[in-house]
């Protein structure tokens, strides 16, 4: 396949097929490992070589069903046994010859950095921040990328304000996006689900489900979500509350104690605790609020354009890429950061009568993906 780019002469000139390669931990689950997979897919389908080099994971039969090849690297580990793998990671990159190696995360970037020092041919260096990473030399490698990319504006915001070294034409804001067909505005999953769901979690049935998706952290703001159930019941508003995907290995300390606040709170026939989950969509769809409340600020917030775009409210607090994508897309749904009381009268205004919601025309996955491939079309030329 060719690629053609404009010249400064106006004269379109073929750049050959490009071979990418895609540095990260693993490809268990994650944000950043579902950017590997869209991008992987986008490069196969435009004709390119994609290859992801990582330590594995349930998504690597995915990425080589879409066509992208995996090579099996531990090069996320914190252990000083992954430095050791400095010089497999250097053999792999001079076989296979990229065009452009692309890291995701700090360690893999470190790798990647000095494994192509020296390399012939030359390859390009991006990365992509996607996390508001404590500032300092560690994190600073995602920025020693002839172009980085940022996941939100906000992202882009903190890191130049971090590395005052960092030129701002080489940070590219390039949000990551969603498949409008994979959300569709304004879908209802069928009555076989529904009756099957409520089914599952006869708690949640006979009122209007607060969902709040997210890890068993106590980043993510469940305390928060309990308290906000607690009042809405102590003022006469029936509700329920959905903690989806709370329930993971290694996090059971976590979650007897939400179930003992809980408890405490006199919810537990009004407050469901789960796994994650694959049927995330229907369960957005038939949620009258997902809540987005982490107390500390995140990069961009997928949840938020995803409820979005299905037409479902989203409440939030106002405060890094949730708070950026509210005020772009929902306003009437961003609080002040732990303002608990402005929390309970949002919630309950907007069970009561949420305003419209328009189609998402902004924040599709193609947008991110046409994005991206631009920017490697770019730096190779």
């Known amino acids: 396949m060719k690629v053609f780019i404009e010249s400064m002469s106006t004269v379109a000139t073929p ?84 065009d452009i190696v692309h890291a995701r995360s700090r360690l893999p970037a470190w790798l990647g950095w000095w494994a192509m020092k020296g390399l012939q041919p030359a390859a390009h260096f991006i990365t992509t921040v996607h996390g508001l990473n404590s500032p300092g030399r560690y994190s600073g490698i995602l920025l020693r990328g002839e172009r980085v990319i940022a996941v939100s504006q906000t992202l882009r915001d903190f890191v130049l304000s971090h590395y005052r070294w960092l030129e701002p034409g080489r940070v590219r804001v390039i949000p990551r996006g969603i498949d409008p067909e994979a959300f569709p505005y304004g879908h209802r999953p069928d009555d076989a689900w529904q009756k099957a769901f409520f089914a599952e979690y006869p708690a949640l049935a006979g009122a209007p489900v607060l969902t709040l998706p997210g890890r068993g952290t106590r980043l993510k703001g469940h305390h928060d979500a309990i308290a906000l159930l607690a009042e809405l019941k102590r003022r006469g508003i029936d509700a329920r509350l959905l903690l989806l995907g709370v329930i993971e290995p290694g996090r059971e300390a976590y979650v007897q104690e939400l179930r003992e606040l809980i408890a405490a709170s006199d919810l537990s026939s009004q407050v469901v605790l789960t796994p994650a989950r694959t049927d995330v969509r229907d369960i957005y769809a038939v949620s009258a609020l997902v809540l987005q409340l982490s107390n500390k600020p995140e990069s961009f917030g997928r949840t938020v354009i995803e409820a979005l775009s299905l037409c479902r409210p989203v409440l939030g607090y106002a405060h890094g890429g949730v708070g950026e994508l509210l005020a772009e897309l929902y306003p009437a749904g961003r609080v002040p950061l732990g303002d608990k009381e402005r929390l309970v009268e949002r919630a309950a205004e907007l069970l009561r009568v949420a305003p419209p919601i328009p189609m998402l025309q902004s924040y599709r996955l193609t947008d991110m993906q046409q994005t991206t491939l631009a920017l490697y079309d770019e730096v190779v030329a």
Do not use: C, F, M, N
């Open 15 to 98: 750049i050959r097929t490009l071979t990418v390669v895609q540095l990260i931990p693993a490809l268990h689950s994650g944000g950043a490992e579902r950017s590997v997979l869209e991008i992987g897919s986008a490069l196969v389908k435009a004709g390119h070589r994609s290859v992801v080099i990582s330590a594995g994971g349930r998504l690597v039969k995915q990425l080589q069903a879409e066509g992208s090849e995996h090579i099996t690297l531990d090069i996320g580990s914190k252990s000083l046994l992954t430095l050791t793998r400095l010089g497999a990671l250097r053999r792999l990159l001079r076989e296979l010859k990229p």
